[in-house]
């Protein structure tokens, strides 16, 4: 009997995305997007099961997976660093932007990202985790500074 290779799905295949031998690349890069697995993977057109039986049968895989949510979280901080330094605290729907949230979310993954960023960048993990922590840091301060300035 020939060996199944674990990212095959036992589904049928609902849609021609989850054929596609591409599903990793687009899986991939939304990740790195939105650091949304499960969304993610509705992007790419594949069962969320699917991805995580693909990264834990193969290593590199599961190195680009990290790389992305290392990137995904690179882009939350910069894009909650952007709107505090120009002020922008609103949403494109005129919602109030959850500035807590994403500060609780930075904080909680700060330790993967950390060693995502470490092996991209030949840093040791401190330094990253230095650099985050100021980052942070930072972050809380404006914020205390801009609900200062509402008051």
Known sequence: MAKRDPAQNNAPNRSG???DRNWRTRF???????????????HAGVDVSRVYRL????????????????????HLEMEVLRRLREGNFKTTDNEKFDFANAIRLL????DSATAGQSRERDVSAAEVRASIDRKIEEIRHRMSKARAGEQ
């Open 17 to 19: 995305a989850a054929r």
């Open 28 to 42: 991939l890069d939304h990740l790195a997007e939105s650091s949304n697995v499960t969304r993610s993977a509705e």
């Open 55 to 74: 990264r834990r049968a193969q290593p590199d895989f599961a190195r680009q997976w990290q790389a992305a949510l290392s990137e995904g979280y690179s």
């Open 107 to 110: 904080s909680a993954h700060r």
